[in-house]
């Protein structure tokens, strides 16, 4: 079974902090990605990575930043905290269609979430 | 723009009963379509897709989608629901110009027994 885990279930932190979020899957999958999860809103794209260093901006990438210095490991980082930042966050990996790993039809498998409180 | 509308914010459906929840999109070329669901306090769980063939797409735990090309719509459904099918479902759409998806809103489906 494929096994996405985020290192934390519940995080507090404060407005100004810099912020890690950790994500690590089991299944070599070269694509991976970071959503926030607000309600009525459904899930929005931060980032994505196809590759190892590769990264690519979604919807909302104003205020993190991502690193993927291995396959297995993709981390978002909250620069400077802000209130409007509490929400879920959600990791997800995925194989690509082929060599283009943009675009995949392939299921993407996900983490349980982080819900982050930002003080 | 691609979009993704899930009209029902919630659906009530007796134990034993067909349940539908509702999706339609808009994308500028063919669509790819998803559903997933998501238990309490955890992370999505792929149901079933549709990329091309037949319009009748059978899914994971019962479930089934039919892809209506005219009515733009890619209903779930289930012939019998189950207290635990209970769960938030989101519908999700991809063309093939653009590289990621397109999350609907989601739709909290409650089985009551």
């Known amino acids: 079974d494929v096994k996405v885990t985020q290192s934390s279930r519940y995080l507090v932190k404060r407005t100004g902090e810099k912020v890690f979020l950790e994500c690590v899957q089991d299944m070599d999958h070269e694509n991976m990605f970071w959503y926030r999860q607000d309600p009525g809103l459904g899930l929005r794209l931060i980032y994505f990575s196809y590759d190892v260093k590769m990264k690519e901006k979604g919807d909302i990438p104003e205020g993190y930043s991502v690193s993927r210095e291995k396959k297995e490991r993709f981390s978002l980082i909250l620069e400077s905290a802000s209130t409007n930042q509490t929400s879920m966050y959600l990791c997800?990996?995925?194989?690509?269609?082929?060599?283009?790993?943009?675009?995949?039809?392939?299921?993407?498998?996900f983490g349980d979430g982080t819900r982050l409180s930002i003080l | 723009a691609q979009s993704v509308a899930q009209p029902e914010d919630q659906v009530n459906v007796a134990e034993g009963n067909p349940l539908t929840v509702k999706c339609t999109y808009s994308?500028?070329?063919?669509?790819?379509l998803f559903w997933y669901v998501q238990y309490p306090n955890r992370g999505l769980q792929f149901l079933l897709k549709?990329?091309?063939?037949d319009n009748l797409v059978k899914g994971s735990y019962g479930f089934e989608a039919e892809f209506n090309k005219s009515q733009t719509s890619f209903h779930l459904k289930k012939p019998s629901a189950l207290v635990s099918d209970s769960a938030l479902y989101f519908c999700?759409?991809?063309?093939?110009?653009?590289?990621?998806?397109?999350w609907g809103a989601g739709t909290k489906l409650i089985i009551k027994p």
């Open positions: 999700a759409v991809r063309d093939y110009s653009n590289y990621q998806l397109i």
């Open positions: 994308v500028s070329g063919n669509p790819y």
């Open positions: 997800a990996s995925s194989f690509p269609d082929g060599p283009n790993g943009y675009r995949s039809n392939q299921p993407q498998h």
């Open positions: 549709y990329i091309t063939g």
